[in-house]
């Protein structure tokens, strides 16, 4: 990737409903080249997808919750199977240290908090926090160059 990639990796993640003309007037590039480019980052997976960010309160899931989970009582493939079907599970991550698996999830009120952890129990231990704030919500991401990752 060359400065007009990461360039327009910028952009894309700040707004990725940038049509090809505004991202050509904004990079100085013709708009063959600047969908050329688009394609390549596509294909090589750089980006992934574009897709909307949906504000969670907005939408009525006003508490965010940080789950810790140890101690499977059953195989980490049946637990994921399990997690991908929960509509309130927003990720999921597999870890090292003492959990198996952070999970955040979302919900609209404290009883649908306690559905979630009861439906989690039965398959491992649960340790759940609640989100008071998030001073860094989401952030844009580049590449590091290598005096960033000493």
């Known amino acids: 990737m060359d400065s007009v990639d990461l360039k327009m990796l910028e952009l894309l993640q ?16 013709s708009r063959p080249s600047i969908t050329e480019r688009l394609h390549r980052l596509q294909e090589k997976g750089v ?13 009525g899931r006003d508490i965010l919750l940080i789950i810790q989970v140890s101690n499977l009582k059953v195989s ?3 637990f994921e199977e399990l997690i991908k079907k929960d509509e ?22 404290m009883d ?32 590091l160059d290598h005096t960033d990752q000493m």
């Open 14 to 29: 700040k707004n990725a409903r940038m049509t090809i003309s505004e991202l050509s007037t904004e990079l100085a590039l």
């Open 47 to 59: 980006i992934e997808e574009f897709t909307a960010r949906v504000s969670l309160p907005s939408v």
């Open 76 to 78: 980490p493939q049946e």
């Open 88 to 109: 309130a599970i927003i990720e999921c991550h597999r870890v090292t240290g003492e959990g198996s698996y952070f999970l955040k999830a979302a919900v609209s009120k």
């Open 112 to 143: 649908s908090m306690r559905l979630l952890i009861d439906r989690l129990i039965p398959y491992a231990n649960v340790n759940t926090s609640t989100v008071l704030n998030s001073p860094v919500p989401f952030r844009h991401v580049l590449p």
